[in-house]
T-cell receptor, first 120, second 113 residues
Framework: EAQVTQNPRYLITVTGKKLTVTCSQN?????MSWYRQDPGLGLRQIYY???????DKGDVPEGYKVSRKEKRNFPLILESPSPNQTSLYFC???????????????????FGPGTRLTVL | AQSVTQLGSHVSVSEGALVLLRCNYS??????LFWYVQYPNQGLQLLLK??????LVKGINGFEAEFKKSETSFHLTKPSAHMSDAAEYFC???????????FGKGTLLTVNP
C-alpha cells in the first residue's frame, strides 16, 4: 500500500531533550516536506527536500533540522525542543507526473497521519 | 509570493443543505489549486485539484470546485451535506516551480442533523 508513515504518532517530552520524528514514504517520491499545524494558523511549511541531499528552509524553520540521506526517509530533528514547538506535525511527499524538464508537476502531496508533540 | 484566504473559519449547515466553502488565492503566476479535508485525528486527504485543465473540478465524496480566474477564487461546493462531511477543510495553492504548497487557515464544517 502506498503511504507516508510517521513515528511516533504521539510524543510528550521536556524542554531541551533532543528528539527525532521519522518520516518514510514508499512511493519513490522525490519531494518531501514537513509542516506544522496550529489552531487558527493552518499548515505552515518547516523544511522541504527536492531530492537526496537537497534540503531547504520553509516558512518556519527555526528550531528544526532535517536530513535526506535516502530517498524514502526525511527525519525531522528538534535539537533542543521548547514549549512553542508543541504542535501537530505532518510529513508529506509528492511525485511528478510525466517526465523530462518541461513536464508538468501537479504537486499532489500525500500526507502522513501526523505526530502530536507536546513539549513541557 | 502566494497566499490563500479562506473566508469563514467555521461554517455550519444542516444535513441535506448546500455546502459552500470559500477560497480566494493570490498568485503572480497561473496556480495549481487544491482542497484537502482533515477528519478528526487524521491526516490530510486530497479532495480535488485544479491543474489548468477544466475549470470545474469534481472530487471525491460529491464535492466540486470551480476555478474563476477573474475572481481569483476556488470555492468548494457540495449540493447536499451529509453528517460524514463534518471535518476541517483546507484550500492550498501551489508554486509550480518549487512544489511548495501554501495553505489557508482552514474552515471547520459542522453538519447539524
Amino acid at each position: 500500500e502506498a503511504q507516508v508513515t510517521q513515528n511516533p504518532r504521539y510524543l510528550i517530552t521536556v524542554t531541551g531533550k533532543k528528539l527525532t520524528v521519522t518520516c518514510s514514504q514508499n512511493m519513490n517520491h522525490e519531494y518531501m516536506s514537513w509542516y506544522r499545524q496550529d489552531p487558527g494558523l493552518g499548515l505552515r511549511q518547516i523544511y522541504y527536500s527536492m531530492n537526496v541531499e537537497v534540503t531547504d528552509k520553509g516558512d518556519v524553520p527555526e528550531g528544526y533540522k532535517v536530513s535526506r540521506k535516502e530517498k524514502r526517509n526525511f527525519p525531522l530533528i528538534l535539537e533542543s525542543p521548547s514549549p512553542n514547538q508543541t504542535s501537530l506535525y505532518f510529513c508529506a511527499s509528492s511525485f511528478r507526473r510525466g517526465g523530462g524538464p518541461r513536464s508538468r508537476s501537479y504537486n499532489e502531496q500525500f500526507f502522513g497521519p501526523g505526530t502530536r508533540l507536546t513539549v513541557l | 509570493a502566494q497566499s490563500v484566504t479562506q473566508l469563514g473559519s467555521h461554517v455550519s449547515v444542516s444535513e441535506g443543505a448546500l455546502v459552500l466553502l470559500r477560497c480566494n488565492y493570490s498568485s503572480s503566476v497561473p496556480p495549481y489549486l487544491f482542497w484537502y479535508v482533515q477528519y478528526p485525528n487524521q491526516g490530510l486527504q486530497l479532495l480535488l485539484k485544479y491543474t489548468s485543465a477544466a475549470t470545474l473540478v469534481k472530487g471525491i465524496n460529491g464535492f466540486e470546485a470551480e476555478f474563476k480566474k477573474s475572481e481569483t477564487s476556488f470555492h468548494l461546493t457540495k449540493p447536499s451535506a451529509h453528517m460524514s462531511d463534518a471535518a476541517e477543510y483546507f484550500c492550498a495553492v501551489s508554486d509550480r516551480s518549487n512544489y511548495k504548497l501554501t495553505f489557508g487557515k482552514g474552515t471547520l464544517l459542522t453538519v447539524n442533523p
